[in-house]
Nanobody, 124 residues
């Protein structure tokens, strides 16, 4: 059974940085498109970023473009989300998700596997 596990969340000050990691057990992430989603209290889940399995093409939501960077290390079976210049509105639970038939962007319905999430809080 494939399981995704996120780590690296925590408390950061505005302007600070965090790096989230998504690792998998039971499968190899290189066969999947991987996306990061986030959900703030009282808000819908939002697609933040995606990296394709084929050529590493990336997608970023406008709200994080220029601040977040997604990358993958297939040798470590891990996908990262480097988050810089954090803002209070980046606060939420961040989930990684894996999908095989992904058309583009970060649409939750296209992803089959989900992690349990990691809390990111940006506050002074």
């Amino acid at each position: 059974q494939v399981q995704l596990v996120e780590s690296g969340g925590g408390l950061a000050q505005p302007g600070g940085s965090l790096r989230l990691s998504c690792t998998a057990s039971g499968s190899t992430l290189e066969y999947y498109d991987i996306a990061w989603f986030r959900q703030a209290p009282g808000k819908e889940r939002e697609g933040v970023s995606r990296i394709s399995k084929s050529d590493g093409t990336t997608y970023y939501a406008d709200s994080v473009k220029g601040r977040f960077t997604i990358s993958r290390d297939n040798a470590k079976n891990t996908v990262y989300l480097q988050m810089n210049s954090l803002k209070p509105e980046d606060t939420g639970v961040y989930y990684c998700a894996a999908g095989i038939l992904v058309l583009g962007g970060a649409v939750a319905s296209e992803y089959d596997l989900w992690g349990q999430g990691t809390q990111v809080t940006v506050s002074s």
